[in-house]
């Protein structure tokens, strides 16, 4: 397991031990010896990055008992530690009631560190993800719910934070699988309608000859098949939150109806004679650039004023890197769990695999993949044989367990001269003329993956390109089945 851990002791020796053994087993330490400063460092928006404070009790500016009270005053809520001189029953029954997860009697040996350590920790990732979960299937689950360490996506719950207080119709831009979905959940539950219907509907999901029935509702009889009155999403979000997931699927048809609805507040069922009053928050997302689609003409531009108001990027998992351990750390609590799998850490291999690889199916992707580890997983640590298609995509071999950046194995081969990569690129066709530059580029890519075996960090850097355009410009000259690059091409959803 790893984390960031706070060590808060008025003695040297003591920080000194506690911040070896911490080391030792992987963490992260930070040191520090007083009250006062520590409770500065947690007050930070973030926490100041801390996963667990390991807190002395008897200290001469601030006292750990002070510590703790202060923290709970100020609402926050980081797993703590503390480390008692005497272990008086008294003294532990007293700080566990001021809200201690756990305690050590100095000085601690290593494996007594190493169990309450990893025990709060992962008591603290499963609490979360159990309240996560069950706030999401109540509607309830916040932005406070949604963790990050990434500035970009902070700035975006900055965003939603601000959108959720008014009545301003949000679009959500972003890949697959960014968290497009919890979003919006948590921009209904920290609105007025918190305690209304929240309602989605993937646009994309719905057969196009029914998506005006199952938005705006049929009366009985409307059409074959209509065997009873049906009353459509619209009217069963009234007084809530309606989420068009996959807005721009919608068809032209289906546009100017919900652009109608939009301006005058009420809906027409199919076969219906009467208009029905509807009060409904919308909240759209698009993982395809909207305006993209209003210029090629598939997407009415009206509609997309209407929708776009209050847009809000969601930033895709490879640009928020500081989320990939968290998140990789907390799904493996759940699916442990769930799994029943005595699974606990995550070697730093591994982590470090994970942190370098592009995620282009994003959260949902990661997620899907420490699924598949914990079942996968023989032993109580995930190492990079669980990741194997991760690995393979990386270039790197799933073997390896050292806690080492995964760059490739295998030296590269040495480059091959400029002129005979010119000699072997034909520039021009035989009828004379100049190839066009996308075979030109295909060529020089497929030669690159033969040439350095689908080592894909190697590749990227030798190209000068970021992995990410690599894997893009792989998917779009349909380069992902060349032997040599096999890249992972599992859809998102199925890929781990
Ligand atoms: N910050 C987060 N913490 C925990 N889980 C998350 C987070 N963000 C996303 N997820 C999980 O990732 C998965 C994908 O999220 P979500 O369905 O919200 O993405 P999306 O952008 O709506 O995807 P799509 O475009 O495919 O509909 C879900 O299982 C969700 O619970």
């Known amino acids: ?85 005497n272990g008086s029953i008294d003294t532990i029954i007293s700080a566990m009631r001021a809200g201690a997860a756990d305690f050590v009697v100095k000085p601690v040996g290593p494996e007594r560190f190493q169990v309450s350590v990893r025990n709060a920790l992962r008591a603290r990732e499963l609490e979360g993800e159990v309240r996560r979960i069950g706030k999401r299937q109540s509607n309830r689950l916040s932005f406070d719910d949604i963790q990050t360490r990434s500035e970009t996506m902070q700035a975006a719950l900055h ?116 208009a029905v009053r509807v009060d409904i928050r919308v909240v759209s997302a698009t993982n395809q650039s909207l305006i993209d689609k209003v210029k090629q003409g598939s997407f009415r531009e009206d509609l997309y004023y209407r929708l776009g108001v209050f847009p809000v990027g969601i930033p895709p998992l490879r640009q928020r890197a500081s989320d990939i351990r968290m998140l990789a750390r907390l799904f493996l609590a759940r699916f442990a769990a769930e799994e029943g799998r005595p699974v606990r850490s995550i070697a730093p291999a591994a982590l470090a695999l994970l942190e370098n690889y592009p995620w282009p199916g994003n959260v949902r992707q990661l997620e899907n993949a420490v699924f598949r580890a914990v079942v996968l997983a023989e032993n109580s640590e995930l190492t990079t044989a669980e990741f ?49 530059l996308e075979e030109i580029e295909r060529d020089v890519i497929s030669h690159a993956l033969n040439h350095y075996e689908g080592q894909m960090t190697e590749i990227a850097r030798r190209l000068g390109i970021g992995r990410s355009t690599l894997y893009r410009k792989l998917s779009d000259l349909n380069l992902t089945d060349t032997p040599c690059g096999a890249p992972d091409t599992t859809p998102p959803e199925a890929a781990a």
């Open 1 to 85: 397991m790893s984390g960031t851990l706070l060590i808060v002791d008025d003695d040297a020796v003591q920080r000194r031990l506690l911040e070896a053994m911490a080391r030792r087993f992987g963490y992260e330490p930070i040191v520090m010896d007083g009250g006062e400063q520590a409770v500065e460092l947690l007050s930070q928006p973030d926490r100041g990055g801390v996963d667990l404070m390991l807190l002395d009790l008897v200290m001469p500016d601030l006292d750990g008992f002070a510590v703790l009270e202060r923290l709970k005053k100020a609402g926050i809520d980081v797993p703590v530690v503390v480390q008692t001189a």
């Open 159 to 274: 965003l939603g934070r601000r959108a959720a207080s008014s009545n301003i119709p949000v679009l959500l831009e972003g890949e697959t699988g960014t968290g497009k979905d919890v979003f919006a959940r948590a921009i209904h539950a920290s609105s007025e309608r918190a305690g209304k219907p929240f309602v989605a509907v993937n646009c994309g999901a719905i057969p196009a000859n029914l998506v005006e029935s199952v938005l705006f509702g049929h009366e009985r009889g409307a059409f074959t098949g209509a065997t009873e009155k049906h009353a459509g999403k619209f009217v069963e979000a009234h007084g809530g939150t309606l989420f068009l997931d996959e807005v721009g699927d919608l068809p032209p048809e289906a546009q100017v109806k919900l652009l109608r609805v939009l301006q005058d507040g009420e809906v027409d069922p199919v076969g219906g004679k009467k």
């Open 388 to 436: 194997p298609q991760i690995a393979s995509a990386l270039g790197v071999s799933s073997e390896l367990t050292m806690p080492a950046v995964p760059e490739p194995e295998k030296p590269a081969q040495p480059p091959v001269p400029a002129k005979n990569i010119v000699r072997g690129l034909a520039l021009t066709k035989p009828d004379g003329h100049v190839r066009p």
